[in-house]
């Protein structure tokens, strides 16, 4: 890390602010940070520090709601609390003091996703290829995409799960974006084909039936189809023929990702900012982080995260170490998109979120019960998948029908119970909690 930047730096470590916020975290390249925003406002929130980022590329929350940072000229994944921004370690970390590589040979870490499966997949820039890790350890499992599969060409930050759930792998060099199938790893062909990108960075699906990718050359936010990738239209691009840059001064796209407010927000890498555009129209609405704000240099991911504080240690059941509770989205009653994604439950067991107005921590079957027993509310009942996943939308206009009103400016706690079996104990155990701050 630079020492200047270092001392710049130093003095703004991550803090809960005064008021809740659901926050903005922009990756830096020549940052060597990762700068927390408040997501209303942007108002600066301070820095994930320390931890020793160096080159910092793609970002992701993980199974156990911590902030997984690809460090890539230290050939490191390192992982930070997502609420305080503190350094929780070391997630893949080559440890020189043994013969073996316990990265399984990971050069230059630029993506990251979770997988459905309960793995890590992460893109190796210099290899050319996506390697996975266990998702609760980080130890090494295999190679998922070989080197140069289907020619792929420097693998970039925004690696992601699309619609369909295959892996699609931005390819830097070659212009391209590339499909891989979801189980083998095999090469589907290419996305997006005479949609004119030059060195994409990262490919985005938000759900809405399209498919957004950071075209870094041509300053351009190109539009897909999800499910085909048949190109849409350019969605936020300078018309050269005028003599405003109707983009706002974009220059290198790097990431996209989607506000509490609804609008695209874009990390123009070579302006150090991030700036915002209405989703529909593609049309400027302003620099949301102005050039440089809290020492930012070169952002390279963007990812928003809910105003929350996951609590709590998993409890092992029938089929493992135990499950977690993590929220995606926005506190924000007003934009209505949050949810709650149970992971590593055993698979098919039933699992029942409930909400109440306090933690606690109290045995409860074979676990813990760390949400206040009394008044609390049932928000929904699934199963779980093969894979121990659960997904719950929570509509906060129906959840407050529970019995448990969701209000502005209020604490609620909440926990998913998890029916097991398969247990030779009390048959249920539940998952670690979230402490969410509702916000307006």
Not at 64 to 70: E, S, W
Not at 106 to 127: E, K, R, T
Not at 190 to 206: D, E, W
Not at 214 to 234: K, Y
Request: charge should be negative; glycine fraction near 12%; charged fraction near 15%.
């Amino acid at each position: 890390m630079n020492p200047s930047l270092l001392a710049i730096l130093g003095a703004c470590v991550l803090a809960r602010p005064a008021l809740a916020s659901d926050r903005l975290l922009v990756c830096g390249y020549d940052y060597d940070a990762v700068g927390s925003f408040d997501a209303a406002t942007a108002a600066g929130l301070g820095t994930f520090l320390p931890g020793g980022l160096d080159g910092v590329l793609g970002a992701a929350v993980g199974p156990d709601g911590a902030i997984y940072v690809c460090s890539e000229i230290n050939d490191r994944v390192l992982r930070f609390d997502g609420d305080s921004g503190a350094f929780l370690g070391a997630f893949i970390l080559d440890d020189p003091a043994t013969p073996a590589d316990e990265t399984g040979g990971l050069i230059d870490p630029s993506g990251i996703a979770f997988g459905p499966d309960g793995l890590a997949y992460v893109a190796s820039f210099a290899l050319d290829s996506v390697l996975r890790y266990d998702a609760r350890t980080g130890a090494y499992v295999d190679v998922f995409v070989p080197s140069g599969t289907g020619q792929l060409n420097g693998p970039d930050a925004g690696i992601a799960f699309g619609t369909g759930g295959d892996l699609f792998v931005p390819s830097y060099f070659t212009n391209q974006i590339k499909r891989y199938a979801r189980t083998t790893g095999a090469y589907l062909g290419n996305f997006g084909v005479g949609s004119g990108l030059v060195r994409p960075r990262m490919i985005a699906f938000p759900g809405d039936g399209f498919a957004y990718v950071a075209s870094e050359a041509n300053d351009r936010i190109v539009l897909l189809d999800a499910a085909t990738g048949v190109f849409v239209r350019n969605l936020v691009i300078d018309d050269t023929t005028t003599p405003v840059n109707e983009t706002g001064g974009l220059n290198a796209p790097s990431a996209v990702a989607f506000g509490p407010d609804g609008r695209l927000y874009v990390a123009s890498l070579l302006t150090n900012s991030v700036l915002r555009y209405e989703r529909a129209t593609g049309v400027f609405v302003d620099a949301f982080v102005p050039s440089g704000s809290q020492g930012l240099l070169q952002p390279t991911y963007l990812l928003f995260r809910p105003d929350a504080l996951v609590y709590g240690t998993p409890t092992p059941h029938s089929a493992g170490a135990g499950a977690t509770l993590v929220p995606q989205g926005f506190a924000s009653i007003a934009a209505n998109q949050l949810s709650f994604d149970v992971h590593f439950a055993p698979p098919g067991a039933a699992c029942l979120l409930f909400a109440g107005v306090a933690n606690a921590n109290l045995p409860f079957g074979d676990g813990r019960l760390l949400v206040q027993p009394g008044l609390l509310a049932r928000l929904g009942r699934l199963s779980a998948d093969a894979n121990g996943r659960v997904h719950f939308p929570i509509d906060f206009a129906q959840a407050s029908t529970s019995g448990l009103p969701f209000l502005p400016n209020v604490s609620r706690f909440l926990q998913a119970h998890v029916r097991d079996l398969a247990s030779t104990g009390a048959g249920f155990n539940s998952t670690t909690a979230v402490e969410l701050r509702l916000l307006p």
